[in-house]
């Protein structure tokens, strides 16, 4: 088992959710995390809430995923001080049927989901191939193999993330640097807001509640310290996939 201690972990998405309880735990874990987000107030208030012990140092830099100027500036920032877990948990959801989907929103969501992870793996995978270290952590999502109501383009740009890492990973394995994703089912976080006030959710999933960010995360733990975990796809849903 490899430890996260002293490693260094870029995580987009870091300012709350599912990014943060990731951060938290591999913080927990004295790893030194840099959280990305848009919002400097949130990624600063984020950083602040991560454990930190005296060799331990935390970061946060404030960008657009989808800019590929915002990985530029982070590789060069961390060129000194190489990646060598980056998890992208950055995301946007949906809300709308594809026939009341406006070009500019399936723009946005595609944009932020799947090219904002697409330049994160193809800022960092060459630094992690020459040092032959290195793991990526990709987050989709249930729906992009299950599908649901209103979300066909969030669903498409998570099926992307998918078949991206599918195919990274026979691109950087043999570089010992590992690619795999999570999808989680419906996790308690700002975007499941207002979806279960009625518990009609939480009905439909085996294990008849939501999960939480903090299980995810544990997830994570498990694809960042096992040696062999490579090109997998890890259902975090309550069992909500086997049905
Ligand atoms: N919650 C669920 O049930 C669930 C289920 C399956 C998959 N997921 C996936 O898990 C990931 C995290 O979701 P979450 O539930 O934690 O969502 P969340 O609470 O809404 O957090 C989203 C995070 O992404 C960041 N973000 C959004 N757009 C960004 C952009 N363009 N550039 C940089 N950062 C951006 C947000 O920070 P700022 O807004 O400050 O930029 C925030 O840190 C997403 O990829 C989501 O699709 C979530």
Redesign the pocket.
């Known amino acids: 088992m490899l430890s996260i201690r002293g490693r260094r972990c870029v995580i987009?998405?870091?300012?709350?959710?599912?990014?943060?309880?990731i951060a938290k735990l591999f913080a927990f874990k004295e790893a030194n995390c840099t959280?990305?987000?848009?919002?400097e107030e949130?990624?600063e208030k984020?950083v602040q809430s991560l454990c930190s012990k005296p060799l331990q140092s935390h970061k946060w830099l404030?960008?657009?995923?989808?800019?590929p100027k915002?990985w530029e500036e982070l590789m060069q920032n961390k060129k000194s001080n190489p990646i060598d877990i980056l998890v992208?948990?950055?995301?946007?959801?949906q809300n709308s049927f594809l026939m009341n989907t406006p070009e500019a929103e399936l723009d946005?969501i595609l944009?932020?989901?799947l090219k904002?992870?697409i330049l994160g793996c193809k800022s960092v995978i060459l630094p992690m191939m020459k040092r032959k270290t290195g793991c990526i952590i990709n987050?989709?999502?249930?729906?992009a193999t299950h599908g649901g109501r209103g979300a066909s383009v969030?669903a498409a740009?998570?099926a992307g993330?998918i078949g991206l890492t599918r195919s990274l990973a026979w691109e950087v394995g043999r570089f010992n640097v590992r690619a795999n994703v999570?999808?989680?089912?419906?996790?308690?976080?700002?975007?499941?807001k207002g979806?279960n006030k009625d518990g009609d959710l939480a009905a439909l999933i085996p294990m008849g509640r939501?999960?939480e960010?903090t299980e995810?995360a544990e997830a994570a733990l498990f694809l960042a310290t096992n040696k062999y975990a490579h090109n997998c796809v890890l259902n975090i849903?309550g069992g909500l996939s086997a049905t």
Do not use: C, E, W
């Open positions: 987009t998405g870091g300012s709350r959710g599912i990014g943060l309880a959280l990305i987000g848009r919002h949130s990624l984020a404030a960008f657009d995923v989808s800019d915002g992208n948990a950055a995301g946007i959801s946005k944009d932020v989901n904002g992870t987050i989709s999502s249930l729906l969030y740009s998570k993330i999570i999808q989680p089912g419906y996790i308690h976080t700002d975007m499941t979806m939501l999960g960010a995810v849903d």
